[in-house]
């Protein structure tokens, strides 16, 4: 390795192979989102068995969960990719470093970033999920 320059080529930039995801999915934990069921609102208005505030509760769950569903799925995108290119090897000492290394350390910094931004959204998301459903922001008013 030259101390002064580092090369990455685009041919360095590799996706996780299909052996290589299979073996990050095993220590994956499982994360699922709440399943609240889709409701048509109109419908339930004009039924009548519904209050307009349990209407909107219920639509509001329903969306929030959509988007729960969507952040999870980028949350695990992000773990499977961090963990690849952690697994793929990044030695703890700069000292040691090979051309190869740096790619590896370069997109695991990009992907335990954006692991972690989804990681507070899916976190922020099932407080949203929470507040709805206990009707918590009538609390603290």
Not at 54 to 64: E, R
Not at 66 to 71: D, P, V, Y
Not at 120 to 136: C, E, H, P
Request: with cysteine; glycine share 2%.
């Amino acid at each position: 390795m030259t101390k002064n320059k580092v090369t990455i080529k685009a041919t360095d930039y590799k996706y996780p192979t299909k052996k290589e995801r299979k073996e990050v999915i095993k220590s994956e934990p499982p994360l699922t989102s709440f399943d609240f069921p889709y409701v048509y609102a109109p419908t339930l208005l004009l039924s009548g068995e519904s209050s307009i505030v349990d209407i909107h509760k219920s639509s509001n769950l329903y969306w929030w969960d959509h988007c729960l569903k969507n952040r999870i799925g980028s949350l695990t995108h992000a773990y499977m990719n961090s963990m690849v290119h952690f697994k793929r090897g990044i030695p703890d000492d700069v000292e040691l470093f090979e051309n190869e290394h740096f790619i590896n350390r370069v997109q695991f910094d990009f992907y335990a970033e954006t692991f972690y931004y989804y990681y507070f959204t899916v976190r922020d998301n099932i407080a949203q999920i929470l507040n709805i459903y206990f009707s918590l922001k009538t609390i603290f008013t």
